[in-house]
C-alpha cells in the first residue's frame, strides 16, 4: 500500500520553516514571506471552489449551452506562478555558500 503524499502543511509551519530561513532583519524578505503565504491561501480557497464546483461549468446563454472549464483554473495557474516568483526570489541564509559558481566551460 503507498502512502498519500500530504500537500495540505498548515501556513504557520511554513511561515516557521521561511521565517526560520530567511534575513528577518530584513523588512523585504519578511514581506516576501507574508506575500507567499496569502497567495497560498488564496489558491488553496480557489482550489476549494473548483473542487465543490467541479472542473467543468455549463454556461447556458439563451436557447445556447456549452460547457467550459472553470474560470477560476486560469486565475490557479496566475496565482500558482506567482508563488513560484516569489519563492525564486527568497534569499536563505548560507545559500551563497552553497551556490556553484558556473562558467562557459561547464557547458562542455
Do not use: C, W
Amino acid at each position: 500500500m503507498t502512502l498519500k503524499f500530504r500537500t495540505d502543511v498548515g501556513i504557520d509551519k511554513i511561515k516557521d520553516y521561511l521565517m526560520s530561513k530567511v534575513d528577518t532583519s530584513s523588512p523585504v524578505e519578511v514581506e516576501k514571506v507574508g506575500r507567499y503565504l496569502k497567495h497560498i491561501e488564496i489558491y488553496r480557497r480557489m482550489e476549494k471552489k473548483v473542487k465543490a464546483e467541479g472542473v467543468s461549468i455549463t454556461v447556458r446563454n439563451g436557447s445556447q449551452s456549452y460547457v467550459k472549464s472553470h474560470p477560476l483554473l486560469a486565475e490557479m495557474n496566475k496565482v500558482n506562478a506567482s508563488i513560484i516568483n516569489i519563492e525564486r526570489s527568497f534569499r536563505f541564509q548560507g545559500d551563497d555558500e552553497n551556490k556553484n559558481s558556473y562558467s562557459a566551460n561547464d557547458l562542455l
